[in-house]
């Protein structure tokens, strides 16, 4: 399953401080918790002796050890430390684990404002790239966790997609009278493709637009379940500085039809507060969300004959054939 060999987004990282935190990640349950060190840890969700959930358990101190702490079994107190190796078990006070007491652990690693967690036991590759990350100018900020009843790849090609504009986000994003789309241009990259030319007439853009405009966009995948939206400077609302705004989409795809999504803002609004922010993206995804969860099939079918497709939907069919060169099962069909 190439997906296990992917890294994915978990949570926010803010969100996994001195508790156990239960996670879902392509149809298994985990449990992320943070040491004395402050590295994150990603587990399977059932403790080796008697399955119970370890994200009902708690971290405790142990000074004398790497990490300086041990995740115990809310069941019978089993501690295991960073490794995942039990270390404890308070029933035998004079019994040493062997190496075989040991939870099942994954890799790790934090970017984007996110933990990441890749299931095949390697820590390798990279994760999905964003740019607008390294732009100091630009200020970074995360919207969600949206939990939706779609699949994963139904996600990023909504996100791809510019012709429901004026229907599913009429008066923010488009409107039905002006609903044409411009060609634009699709290519492959080493990630997935890259749209150019991408330009839609909005009376809002963004939530510092103050008059519509024709903007222009670029649209790129950068994993099966991620993609990046850049904001052509020249079409910026007033007040970008002409700095390259970007939107990043992150997703967890949780089970096959089932995904929690993060988006990733990169802008050149310094003055707003976060809450203001964060309003506008839910506004605009929680109009997404309802028409996302209707479609039928769930997952995303590969077979270009399944579904129609115009010369619009250039970017969505390319997508479809990505996945399916790309051996992806999770969340198509």
């Excluded at 069941?75 to 040991?102: I, N, S």
């Excluded at 740019?131 to 779609?150: I, S």
């Excluded at 929690?260 to 809450?275: H, I, K, N, P, S």
């Amino acid at each position: 399953m190439i997906e296990k060999e992917l890294w994915h987004p978990v949570a926010l990282a803010t969100d996994v401080v001195d508790s156990p935190v239960p996670a879902r990640l392509l149809a298994e349950d985990l449990v992320l918790w943070r040491d004395a060190q402050g590295r994150v840890h990603a587990w399977q969700d059932q403790c080796p002796h008697r399955g119970a959930k370890l994200s009902l358990g708690r971290v405790v101190p142990c000074a004398a050890e790497a990490g300086g702490s041990r995740l115990e079994c809310p069941y019978h107190g089993w501690r295991f430390d960073a490794a995942g190796q039990c270390r404890e078990v308070p029933a035998l006070p004079g019994f040493t684990p062997p190496a075989t007491h040991k939870a099942r652990a994954f890799a790790t690693r934090q970017a984007h404002g996110l933990v990441w967690v890749r299931l095949d036991g390697q820590d390798a590759g990279e994760l999905p790239a964003f740019e607008a990350e390294a732009d100091e100018h630009l200020r970074k900020l995360n919207c969600g966790p949206y939990v939706v009843e779609a699949s994963a790849p139904r996600l990023v090609e909504n996100f791809l997609d510019m012709s429901h504009f004026g229907f599913v986000h009429e008066g923010w994003l488009g409107a039905r009278e002006m609903a044409a789309i411009d060609d634009y241009k699709v290519e492959a990259t080493p990630t997935g493709l890259l749209a150019t030319g991408c330009k839609a007439w909005q009376p809002q853009s963004s939530i510092n637009s103050t008059r519509p405009a024709h903007v222009e966009y670029s649209y790129e995948v950068t994993a099966p379940y991620s993609a990046v939206l850049v904001k052509i400077p020249e079409a910026q609302s007033v007040g970008a500085q002409g700095y390259r705004e970007s939107i990043a989409l992150f997703i967890c795809p949780t089970d096959a039809d089932r995904c929690t999504v993060w988006f990733r803002l990169a802008m050149a609004d310094w003055q707003r507060g976060e809450a203001e922010l964060r309003q506008f993206q839910d506004t605009i995804f929680l109009q997404d969300k309802p028409v996302l969860e209707s479609q039928r099939p769930k997952p995303l079918p590969l077979d270009l004959r399944a579904e129609l497709h115009t010369a619009a939907d250039k970017a969505s069919s390319f997508y479809r054939r990505y996945l399916k060169g790309l051996g992806i099962t999770f969340g198509v069909c």
